[in-house]
């Protein structure tokens, strides 16, 4: 504002002074002429005087030429008759006049010849300062007229003339001044002031403070100029705030939108982005903001590529506004870690306020989900196509809706013959309406059904077929399809059967064996109390059979376990069964004995074994004789349990080879001093069980490649203080029997985990820890929890956990049993199961069940080397490991022969004496550290 006076002060000043100046110039350029213009009025007027004095002089003379004289004066206007007047007159006159003239200057007057009218001249001219003028003077028109000369001092004129306009000039410029400071003074009050006013709040609304205004008073201009820019402010500022309502609002919808938003500029360089494009791209905005963008790199196809390449091009080389259309396309951004993401784009651009283009705004969502389904909807439909299953598509009314090739391969049928029709029809004609209806109304109860079937061909070939149902529903949860998946398993089964021959069936003698032998003496135990007859089994021992076996070898032996094996068949009836436990005992039973003769039948039959068995046997040039011990036990009369009734037998058969005459027994009362020991166990081991008595012993798992140990099975040991050391075999059954295997499992867990910690950080490799669990714990809803509890409790990871379980656990079909075997395996913990082949099942479980590992019986590896069959089990459960990616442990390795027969089968990992006995903690300890050393 001060600036603005000064100007203001500085213009006003120039302008007066310019104007004075200018003016001083102008007058003294027409000085001169002016000066000149009042001479000849000044000798105009003395020439009128003088005129009127000539006439007053003519007056009083008598003379015609006096008359004359005064004519011509009276008649100044007519110069045509101007007289002479004589040079005395003349003279006269020109004395009178120049005494009487009021022009000092005045020279003298002079006659002229008598000139025509219009030729008597008015003469002025310059002699050095001064100027002439002479006038002419005519009194009458018959005598001549005369001039009257005046000199004038033309530069003192001039000198004056130019001292008075100075002077005024001076006083001009003076005045101007004076005005123009009484000017400034009056804008200063009018208006500088109220400008001021208005630049003060000018510089306030630059500083951006728009809420002052200017609000000047007065009616004039200035304030109505003042009032429309206040107008135009606070419309401005209502803009404004529109404005930062509008881009809040749009930072608050960018900043919490799920979809990743960013902005670039020409170049590509990123501006600005979002949270969601943070999280999208693994990037902080810092890293991001002004660097170019990692976003399309990888086109998901041709198209999107062209598409978004022809977008940026067009848009870079198109700066004005001509098309606002975005661009959709799916591409791919990388993120920080270099994780390949699918986006589905949307691109366009950004305008000036000029609406020239800026930039690009890039809305990103990610479509990894959906990619993902796609693959899936993909793969799903290449699955459908090209499975080796037979498929089909039924709906709610179990109407077929879609079938895949190997469906019509199988069945022979085509698609006209299968969609719309009925899912029932193709199964075989064993299965009724009835057993459809069920395993559907199964599916939809539980989602799922599984299971073998029948199923028959449209040639009626009919073929065993498993065959897998489960339901699709619909995102409201409702189900919409049953897909059903069969698979002709008529190659699977004859490899089961044949499996199944080698697992029930003694390999040796081709008899059931001991797991077979369970289910026979089950079924006929059923029998018995359905047709109210008598059962009665016989447990057959050789004599002496282990001293031939060792004075001539496996192969003698192995043959007189198949000729005793064929004798025994021989001896009893059709509709008997007989058995090899193992080894050289056998079992037969009697079925289906009449209640009131089934002790003599069974005394008859036992003579007749005897005596069979008496026979001498010749195997090659060699004659062998052998005997039998035999105890029988009856059913119902001497117990009602398989577990009871094979006691009994076991105990009876103990007493026959302690007699001397008769080589069989019946099982009697008085024996029960057996069972007294068995109470007196069962009380010694419910107080050490109660008091932690028992103790662990831990037997090394060897790795036969790396020769590291990678666990240790915990094995529990019991010392009773009356019957001395009790082994597992018969302490482990009591306490099942009594209850308690529940609360000896749970010392057995607690105690291993605790120890775990000691032996395992003195390993150089991580190793697990194999407990062995029975078929009575996993019945309890408990056994799951207290093994994450107890692992928790003493920081055992599930990795370094195996459960041993007996194949009678999986032929468990207890939910609770079911539930928590994948309970335990999804949590990571190890199943293995123990004493593989040697149990009686169904290898169906394998396929049920998540399994990590089979551990080989060690009766397979001790006869491996001698006993092809027990060799082609082994070759079998590494086939069936092999095949379904289970691990394989081999027990009882007791010498280097052996070793070196499981390597050559590939079987890696195994324990036994060959390596360590089991040991107790410490002694574990000081193993370890010395097999870690070498």
């Not at 089979?854 to 082994?874: C, E, G, M, Y």
Request: with cysteine.
């Amino acid at each position: 504002m001060r600036s603005l006076r000064s100007f203001l002060a500085i213009s006003l000043f120039v302008i007066t002074a310019a104007v004075t100046v200018a003016n001083h110039i102008y007058g003294w350029l027409k000085l001169e002429a002016s000066i000149e213009q009042a001479i000849h009025q000044e000798v105009y007027r003395e020439t009128q005087q003088a005129k009127r004095f000539l006439e007053e002089a003519a007056n009083q003379l008598d003379d015609s030429f006096s008359l004359q004289l005064i004519n011509n004066v009276l008649l100044e206007d007519d110069y045509a008759s101007f007289s002479l007047l004589a040079e005395d007159q003349l003279n006269q006159y020109s004395a009178t006049l120049t005494a009487t003239s009021t022009l000092a200057d005045l020279l003298h007057i002079e006659l002229v010849e008598l000139l025509p009218r219009g030729h008597v001249e008015y003469i002025d001219r310059h002699l050095g300062d001064y100027l002439i003028s002479t006038q002419p003077v005519c009194l009458n028109y018959e005598v001549n007229c005369f001039r009257i000369s005046y000199q004038i001092n033309l530069n003192e004129r001039l000198d004056s003339a130019y001292a008075q306009l100075t002077q005024q000039s001076l006083f001009n410029l003076l005045f101007g001044l004076l005005g123009a400071s009484i000017l400034l003074i009056a804008i200063h009050a009018r208006f500088t002031r109220r400008l001021a006013r208005a630049l003060s709040v000018l510089t306030r609304w630059k500083m951006g403070d728009l809420e002052l205004r200017i609000g000047l008073d007065g009616h004039d201009e200035l304030t109505t100029i003042s009032d429309a820019v206040d107008e135009i402010v606070n419309q401005l500022s209502d803009e404004r705030v529109a404005l930062v309502e509008s881009q809040q609002l749009n930072q608050a919808i960018i900043a919490s939108a799920e979809y990743a938003i960013i902005t670039l500029d020409l170049d590509g360089i990123i501006r600005t982005m979002n949270s969601a494009a943070e999280e999208l791209l693994e990037y902080r905005r810092e890293e991001l903001v002004g660097s170019h963008s990692p976003l399309v790199f990888e086109p998901l196809n041709q198209e999107n590529h062209q598409t978004i390449t022809e977008f940026l091009l067009r848009r870079r080389h198109s700066p004005s506004q001509t098309n606002t259309q975005a661009v959709f396309a799916q591409s791919t951004f990388i993120s920080k870690s270099g994780r390949t993401i699918p986006v589905r784009l949307a691109l366009s651009s950004l305008f000036d306020q000029d609406r020239h283009h800026s930039g690009f705004v890039c809305i990103a969502y990610n479509i990894s989900e959906q990619v993902e389904q796609e693959l899936q909807l993909r793969l799903s439909s290449s699955v459908f196509s090209h499975s080796s299953q037979a498929i089909l598509i039924v709906n709610r009314q179990q109407l077929v809706e879609d079938c895949n090739a190997r469906f019509l391969e199988i069945f022979q049928v085509n698609r006209t013959e299968t969609v719309g029709h009925s899912a029932r029809n193709w199964l075989s004609s064993e299965h009724s309406s009835a057993f459809f209806n069920y395993i559907w109304r199964q599916t939809i109860k539980s989602g799922e059904w599984s299971g073998e079937v029948t199923q028959e061909t449209a040639n009626g070939d009919i073929f065993p077929s498993e065959l897998i149902m489960y339901c699709v529903n619909s995102p409201s949860g409702d189900i919409e399809h049953v897909i059903m998946l069969s698979q002709d398993i008529t190659q699977k089964k004859n490899a089961e059967e044949r499996l199944e021959q080698m697992a029930y069936l003694d390999s040796l003698t081709s008899l059931p064996n001991r797991f077979l032998f369970k289910d026979r003496l089950e079924r006929a135990m059923t029998e018995a109390i359905r047709e109210n007859t008598v059962v009665a089994l016989m447990f057959i021992d050789l004599d002496r059979f282990k001293m031939i076996n060792d004075n001539y070898g496996h192969e003698v032996g192995d043959e007189l376990l198949q000729l005793v094996a064929a004798r025994l068949k021989q001896t009893l009836r059709p509709h008997d069964a007989i058995c090899r436990l193992g080894g050289d005992e056998f079992t037969v039973i009697l079925k289906q004995l009449p209640v009131n003769s089934a002790r003599d039948l069974a005394a008859k039959t036992a003579d007749r074994l005897v005596n069979a068995l008496e026979v001498v046997f010749e195997i090659g040039a060699r004659k062998i004789y052998v005997s039998a011990s035999i105890g029988i036990t009856l059913f119902p009369e001497n117990g009602t349990e398989f577990s009871e009734l094979t006691r009994n037998a076991d105990t009876a058969m103990y007493i026959a080879k302690e007699m001397d005459q008769c080589r069989y027994a019946f099982f009697e009362d008085q024996m029960l001093d057996i069972n007294r020991r068995r109470l007196k166990l069962e009380t010694a081991l419910r107080r050490d069980i109660s008091n932690n008595a028992l103790r662990i012993a831990y037997q090394p798992l060897i790795d036969f490649t790396s020769s590291s140990i990678i666990g240790v099975e915990a094995l529990c040991r019991w010392e009773c203080s009356e019957f001395g050391i009790i082994s597992p075999e018969e302490f482990i059954p009591i306490a099942e029997d009594m209850g308690m295997i529940d609360e000896l499992g749970s010392w057995v867990m607690n105690q291993a985990m605790k120890d775990f910690a000691d032996w395992s950080a003195l390993l150089k490799s991580p190793a697990y820890l194999s407990i062995n669990a029975s078929p009575q714990q996993f019945r309890a809803d408990s056994f799951s929890d207290y093994l994450n509890h107890a692992r928790l409790q003493f920081n055992v990871s599930p990795e370094h956990i195996q459960i041993e379980i007996t194949e009678s656990v999986l032929l468990d079909h207890a939910p609770a049993t079911t539930r928590q075997i994948r309970e335990l395996r999804q949590a990571g913990i190890r199943i293995a199961i123990d004493d593989f082949g040697t149990g009686y099942s169904s290898l169906s479980y394998l396929k049920r069940f998540p399994i990590s590992a089979l551990k080989i019986d060690k009766s397979f590896v001790q006869h491996a080397a001698n006993d092809p069959t027990d060799l082609a089990i082994i070759r079998a459960i590494m086939a069936i490991a092999i095949q379904m990616d289970v691990s394989v442990i081999a027990e009882g390795v007791e010498t280097q022969a052996e070793l070196d027969l499981l390597i050559r089968e590939a079987v890696h990992c195994g324990q036994g004496f060959f390596y360590s006995e089991p040991l107790y903690k410490e002694e574990l300890v000081e193993f370890i550290r010395g097999f870690e050393q070498h």
